[in-house]
């Protein structure tokens, strides 16, 4: 199947790490990635990670790969308010069109 | 460089009425994607183009078309609509594929009544 599953809300304090998780069925995927989607916007690129890799860190996020278990997670260090927004792994490389296949996204918020 | 960019950015359509949306794609990017996004849903794959073929589709019926112009921007068509058709249409371009990192515009929101 296509499915990408995540959880649907997570709720952390200003300041603490954010840990935001997701499975994908499709061991043959190419790139695998994380969007933000803020209210009444269109999805902002936020990382992604290569299949051959475990770990890739930009700033405040590490991105997670486990290939076995076909799990990845995004970690937010230091999470603001600002970082309040849902957020959708997808992965990408089957067939011909690089087509992304979306999760259905996890609502993150972050309270003071 | 200017981002990916859609118009319009809010319509509504009565049932059974025809709809053009367009794209205008980021500079350099050969390659765009359509997506609906359902309230409360993550987008789905609509079809994709590529030097102005389709180049994939994915579960939507025949009424969605599209075209893909000379300077790579786009157009995503729907026929006959219907209240379900009711969603955020995303465009996403990129550099072609297996290059990473598509670039997402803001969206039209479309409402059929």
Same mark, same amino acid.
């Given at each position: 199947? %296509? *499915?990408? %599953?995540?959880?649907? &809300? #997570?709720?952390?304090? %200003?300041?603490d790490s954010s840990v935001i998780n997701c499975t994908y069925t499709d061991s043959s995927s190419t790139y695998l990635y994380w969007y933000k989607q803020e209210p009444g916007a269109g999805l902002q690129l936020l990382t992604y990670i290569f299949s051959n890799m475990d770990m890739k860190q930009d700033q405040r996020l590490t991105v997670l790969l486990n290939k076995k278990d076909k799990h990845l997670s995004l970690r937010i260090a230091d999470t603001q308010t600002g970082d309040s927004?849902?957020? &959708?792994?997808?992965?990408?490389?089957?067939?011909? =069109? *690089?087509?992304?296949? &979306?999760? =259905?996204? =996890?609502? #993150?918020?972050? &309270?003071? | 460089e200017t981002?990916?960019?859609?118009?319009?950015?809010?319509?509504?359509?009565?049932r059974g009425q025809q709809v053009t949306l367009r794209c205008s794609s980021q500079s350099g990017h050969n390659t765009v994607s359509w997506y609906q996004q359902a309230l409360g849903q993550g987008p789905q794959f609509i079809f994709q183009y590529y030097r102005e073929e389709e180049n994939g589709r994915g579960n939507f019926p025949p009424r969605f078309s599209g075209l893909q112009f000379p300077n790579y921007s786009s157009e995503l068509n729907v026929n006959a609509l219907e209240l379900d058709d009711s969603a955020l249409y995303l465009c996403a371009s990129s550099l072609g594929r297996g290059r990473p990192g598509y670039t997402f515009g803001s969206g039209t929101r479309l409402t059929v009544v």
């Amino acid at each position: 199947g %296509e *499915d990408v %599953e995540q959880s649907l &809300f #997570l709720s952390v304090r %200003e300041g603490d790490s954010s840990v935001i998780n997701c499975t994908y069925t499709d061991s043959s995927s190419t790139y695998l990635y994380w969007y933000k989607q803020e209210p009444g916007a269109g999805l902002q690129l936020l990382t992604y990670i290569f299949s051959n890799m475990d770990m890739k860190q930009d700033q405040r996020l590490t991105v997670l790969l486990n290939k076995k278990d076909k799990h990845l997670s995004l970690r937010i260090a230091d999470t603001q308010t600002g970082d309040s927004a849902i957020y &959708f792994c997808a992965e990408s490389g089957r067939g011909n =069109t *690089d087509k992304l296949i &979306f999760g =259905t996204g =996890t609502r #993150l918020q972050v &309270f003071p | 460089e200017t981002g990916v960019t859609q118009s319009p950015t809010h319509l509504i359509k009565t049932r059974g009425q025809q709809v053009t949306l367009r794209c205008s794609s980021q500079s350099g990017h050969n390659t765009v994607s359509w997506y609906q996004q359902a309230l409360g849903q993550g987008p789905q794959f609509i079809f994709q183009y590529y030097r102005e073929e389709e180049n994939g589709r994915g579960n939507f019926p025949p009424r969605f078309s599209g075209l893909q112009f000379p300077n790579y921007s786009s157009e995503l068509n729907v026929n006959a609509l219907e209240l379900d058709d009711s969603a955020l249409y995303l465009c996403a371009s990129s550099l072609g594929r297996g290059r990473p990192g598509y670039t997402f515009g803001s969206g039209t929101r479309l409402t059929v009544v």
